[in-house]
């Protein structure tokens, strides 16, 4: 679900094939970083579970890639996830690591999908409309 909204909000925005969908993904410079990049963890799993030992890794490793790649905005998929890791994102705001960042629901179901897209499409539209 995830891959498939993804590529109707910047198709609805930019036209792009779907064949050719990663590679101007790419081109963007945009990136997929997995912050639940656990073993069995499902994105409707509640984070709360994870030992907050994991938790500060997780924020962690997020951190140094962020800091290695610099992309200037960032989108955090799943708002739970976000709530763990905002006031991360706000002092690598403040530290000019990053110029904005933003959270969206899972696209898991009909109606978070909806959401998705279309909040996607609007940051989209906001923050790198105007490049292709």
């Known amino acids: 679900m995830l891959y498939y909204a993804t ?8 036209h792009v094939p779907e064949h050719a969908f990663l590679d101007f993904f790419k081109k963007l410079g945009c990136y997929l970083y997995d912050l639940l990049d ?6 409707g799993q509640d984070t709360t579970k994870i030992p907050s030992c994991d938790l500060q890794e997780v924020k962690n490793a997020f951190r140094n890639f962020i800091s290695s790649e610099k ?4 989108i955090v998929v ?9 006031d991360l ?5 403040r530290q000019g690591v990053i110029e904005k960042y933003f959270a ?3 696209p898991g179901r009909a109606r978070t999908s909806t959401r998705y897209v279309d909040e996607l499409y609007n940051i989209i539209v906001e923050t790198i409309g105007t490049r292709s």
């Open 89 to 93: 994102l706000l002092e690598l705001r």
């Open 7 to 14: 590529f109707i909000a910047f198709h609805k925005k930019f």
């Open 78 to 86: 799943i708002k739970r996830i976000y709530r763990e890791i905002k």
């Open 38 to 43: 656990v073993p069995g963890q499902d994105p």
């Open 71 to 74: 992309p200037e905005i960032v």
């Open 104 to 106: 969206l629901p899972f």
